[in-house]
């Protein structure tokens, strides 16, 4: 079975540092890779995906994501976090099936920023 | 436009008793998702529908989840005989099949089971 992996519960970094939020994933093919956030009160905003072609990907909110095959692994970056950045963190794989899109989720990284 | 949304927002209910959660899509989405995001956990598929096809449930917890979509439009998230581990926010989510493939998330229904 698919499954995502995301190893940090807790993250916290100084505003202006690196971040970089990991995610590994299992599944038997190419996969459809997507890194949400979700802050509080708010629903789930989409920051990039990955589907095929270059595997770096450029997203919202200056974050990006390197897709690297042979780790299984997409993880997230920034290079230098906002305070407006602290939020929940969700990667996420695509299954695509007969067009059913559904997605499995990683139980997700909490950032925390400070000053 | 518009983005999908969710009533109610908030819902505090007592074991035992049935809960309904509303989900208005995207105008013109096909594809229609319910999840479930229980407290310290990531986010779990329950249902899923496109077009007149058969829903895909596989992701219901039991028996006592169901889930309509009418007109292809409106979902509505049953839950009968609440338990307290249904506590949690029910997220819904709709997208095109295809092209992107980026599924827009409603705020959540956040349901409490006393």
């Known amino acids: 079975a698919q499954s995502v992996t995301q190893p940090d519960i807790h993250i916290t970094v100084s505003e202006g540092a690196s971040l970089e939020l990991r995610c590994n994933y299992s599944?038997?093919?190419?996969?459809?890779l997507f890194w949400y956030v979700q802050s509080p009160g708010q629903g789930l905003q989409l920051l990039l995906k990955?589907?095929?072609?270059?595997?770096l990907v450029q997203g919202i909110k200056g974050f990006e994501a390197e897709f690297k095959r042979s780790q299984s692994s997409f993880n997230l970056r920034k290079p230098s976090v906002h305070w407006s950045d602290a939020a929940e963190y969700f990667c996420?794989?695509?299954?695509?099936?007969?067009?059913?899109?559904?997605?499995?989720f990683g139980t997700g990284t909490r950032l925390t920023i400070i000053p | 436009g518009a983005g999908v949304s969710q009533s109610p927002s908030n819902k505090v209910t007592e074991k035992g008793k049935d809960v309904e959660l509303r989900c208005d899509p995207i105008?013109?989405?096909?594809?229609l998702y319910w999840y479930r995001q229980s407290l310290g956990q990531g986010l779990e598929f329950l249902i899923y529908?496109?077009?007149?096809?058969?829903?895909?449930k596989s992701g219901l917890p039991s028996d006592r989840f169901s889930a309509e979509r009418t007109g292809g439009s409106v979902s509505t998230l049953t839950i009968q005989r609440t338990q307290q581990e249904d506590s949690a926010v029910y997220l819904c989510?709709?997208?095109?099949?295809?092209?992107?493939?980026?599924?827009?998330f409603g705020p959540g229904t956040r349901l409490t089971v006393t």
């Open positions: 989510a709709s997208s095109l099949v295809e092209g992107s493939r980026r599924q827009y």
């Open positions: 599944y038997g093919a190419t996969p459809y």
């Open positions: 990955y589907f095929s072609g270059d595997t």
């Open positions: 996420a794989v695509g299954l695509a099936s007969f067009g059913n899109e559904k997605l499995t």
């Open positions: 105008s013109g989405h096909t594809a």
């Open positions: 529908f496109q077009g007149n096809s058969a829903p895909d």
